[in-house]
Every structure is written in C-alpha cells, then in structure tokens.
C-alpha cells in the first residue's frame, strides 16, 4: 500500500543540525512532488514547500527560507529535510506528505526537540 | 495567524450533525479546491476531503463537504465519538503558490 515512513524523534541542542528522511513506497516516487509542513506544539498545520521527486528542484515556503534544505535520493525513493542552526522555536512535529495540491498521504511525523 | 479562517471549536452530541466552516479569500478558496484533513489525537493527519466534497476511500459518507464563493465547510452527520478531532481545512493559493491552511477546529462530542 501507498505509505510514507519517517525516521525517528530528535533531541537536539540549539545550533545544531537535523535531518529528517521520510521513505516512500507503494507508488511511483518520482510521480508526485513531497511536501513538508509543519507542527509546533498546540499549533495548527504550516506547509514548508517542496521537493519536486523528479529532478531535484525544491520550492520553499517565504518562512521557511535559509535554514531549511529539502533534497531527495529517488534511488532510495526518499525524501529529506534538513534544518540548520535549530532554534527553541523549531521544536515541532514534521510531517511529510504527497502531491502539494492535494496532500493526500502523510507520513507519521517526526518530532524534533531542541533544548540546551 | 492562518491564511484560511476557521473557528477554533465546535461540538455536539452523539447523532447530531455538526458543521465546520472556512472562509478564505479570492486568491485561494475563491478559485482553487478545497481540502479537509482530520487529525485523530496523537496522529497524522489524513485526508477526509478533496476537491470540494469528494471522499477519499474510506471515509464514511456521514461526511460532506461544499464551498460556495470564498468559504467553505465541512458537514459531520450522524456524529459519533470517534469523530472527536482537529479538523483543517486547505486550499491552494495563488500568492505563495501552494497549499495554505485553516488554524484547525477541535471538534469535541459530548
């Protein structure tokens, strides 16, 4: 069946690096683009942007510009979202998701905790 | 501050039929689908309704949804307690070029 699996929850300290992977399977990976949206604690949904699955090219939300990368291996048929420099107020769930226009399937989110 | 606006709560009771609005604007809901997701406590959220009011398979007919103008909403019949939810409405807007969000509902039945 169509799904997409993330990897595990983090616990990081403040200017270090996080990089999520999100594993899709049950479709053809480079048929839809994947997402990344947002989750802070008690708050509602923020789309980040995309990764386009065929060739690479990553389209970023205006709030999510700078510290966030999002890349693929369309070998693995993966996706990843990497964020540096973390700040307290990165600490969320990431959620990833198919097909920006309708976001039908969705990961089972990984939280990222960032705490001195 | 969401782009889509939604009320922050609604309720009822077992049997009732609720309903959960949306307004947007011109550059989102006025000319692009809409999109519900249901968020069951501690899980991801799942797609319960696209373009408007199609059902994805699985989703129980008790749901349905319309969009007239620049709002929306989303109709829960027959509410049963495992409705108990977030409920985010979505829609593709112009300006960022992608999907924008409601601020999500907490639907609680009593």
């Known amino acids: 069946q169509v799904q997409l699996v993330q990897s595990g929850s983090e616990l990081k300290k403040p200017g270090a690096s996080v990089k999520i992977s999100c594993k899709a399977s049950g479709y053809t990976f480079s048929s839809y683009a994947m997402n990344w949206v947002r989750q802070a604690p008690g708050q509602g949904l923020e789309w980040m942007g995309w990764i386009n699955t065929n060739t690479g090219d990553p389209k970023y939300a205006q709030a999510f510009t700078g510290r966030f990368v999002f890349s693929w291996d369309k070998s693995l048929t993966t996706a990843y979202l990497e964020i540096t420099t973390l700040k307290a107020d990165d600490t969320a769930v990431y959620y990833c998701?198919?097909?920006?226009?309708?976001?039908?399937?969705w990961g089972q989110g990984t939280t990222v905790t960032v705490s001195s | 501050q969401s782009v889509l606006t939604q009320p922050p709560s609604a309720s009822g009771t077992p049997g009732q039929r609720v309903t959960i609005s949306c307004s947007g604007s011109a550059s989102n809901i006025g000319t692009n689908v809409v999109n519900w997701y249901q968020q069951l406590p501690g899980s991801a959220p799942r797609l319960l309704m696209y373009n408007n009011n199609q059902r994805p398979s699985g989703v129980p007919d008790r749901f349905s949804g319309s969009k007239s103008g620049t709002s929306a909403s989303l109709a829960i019949s027959g509410l049963q307690s495992e409705d108990e939810a977030d409920y985010y409405c979505?829609?593709?807007?112009?300006?960022?070029?992608?999907?924008?969000f409601g601020g999500g509902t907490k639907l609680t039945v009593l």
């Open positions: 979505a829609a593709w807007d112009d300006r960022p070029n992608g999907p924008v």
């Open positions: 998701a198919r097909d920006p226009s309708r976001l039908d399937v």
